[in-house]
């Protein structure tokens, strides 16, 4: 029953679940990011604040881009009948850990507003603590709201159903 609340159903669904954790993960990542990089002053994040809205576009991107592959190692990891919390926590460890590979590079040249090679040449120094971030707001924060939204916007389709019967 989970699977059917809890996750879109079609494509509209799923540009709301998009939109929910790409916004909650944008605003929460990449200032927790740039202030370890950087520090933790208010202009650092004032900063930051400027940059999301291209950090958002290109996560957008690169969900589209790693959503197949994360399906994939998903399905090679867990089993039909394992639970669902078992296969949420599976898909946003394979959907972060893509997405964290690219957004350690793109999202520091984004941020730093160059292209150059230091985020290629740090990327083993700064890649685990990045994954890290983003796996605990991911799996903490920002998929549990976006499943909450859909169990409730289910539930109100579900009403309207029952009403229309």
Same mark, same amino acid.
């Given at each position: 029953?989970?699977?059917?609340?809890?996750?879109?159903?079609n494509?509209?669904?799923?540009?709301?679940?998009m939109?929910?954790?790409s916004?909650?993960?944008?605003?929460i990542?990449a200032?927790?990011?740039?202030?370890?990089?950087?520090?933790?002053?208010l202009?650092?994040?004032a900063?930051a604040?400027?940059v999301?809205?291209?950090?958002?576009?290109?996560v957008?991107?690169?969900?589209?881009l790693?959503? &197949?592959?994360?399906?994939?190692?998903?399905?090679?990891?867990?089993? &039909?009948?394992?639970?669902f919390?078992?296969?949420i926590v599976i898909?946003?460890?394979?959907?972060?850990?893509?997405?964290?590979?690219?957004?350690?590079v793109?999202?520091?040249?984004?941020?730093?507003?160059?292209?150059?090679m230091?985020?290629i040449?740090?990327?083993?120094?700064?890649?685990?603590?990045?994954?890290s971030?983003?796996?605990?707001?991911?799996?903490?924060?920002?998929q549990?709201?976006?499943?909450f939204?859909?169990?409730?916007?289910?539930?109100?389709?579900? &009403?309207?159903?029952?009403? &229309?019967?």
């Amino acid at each position: 029953m989970d699977f059917y609340m809890k996750l879109p159903r079609n494509k509209k669904e799923f540009a709301i679940f998009m939109a929910v954790i790409s916004i909650l993960s944008v605003n929460i990542i990449a200032p927790l990011i740039t202030c370890f990089e950087a520090g933790f002053h208010l202009y650092i994040w004032a900063d930051a604040l400027n940059v999301i809205p291209f950090i958002w576009v290109s996560v957008i991107f690169f969900v589209l881009l790693t959503y &197949k592959p994360a399906e994939w190692l998903t399905e090679k990891i867990v089993q &039909k009948g394992d639970s669902f919390q078992s296969h949420i926590v599976i898909n946003i460890l394979c959907t972060v850990f893509l997405m964290s590979i690219f957004l350690t590079v793109v999202g520091t040249w984004i941020g730093s507003r160059q292209i150059s090679m230091e985020p290629i040449q740090f990327f083993f120094y700064k890649w685990p603590r990045n994954f890290s971030i983003s796996f605990a707001v991911e799996l903490l924060i920002a998929q549990p709201i976006a499943r909450f939204v859909l169990l409730k916007l289910h539930q109100q389709y579900d &009403k309207i159903d029952i009403v &229309k019967s």
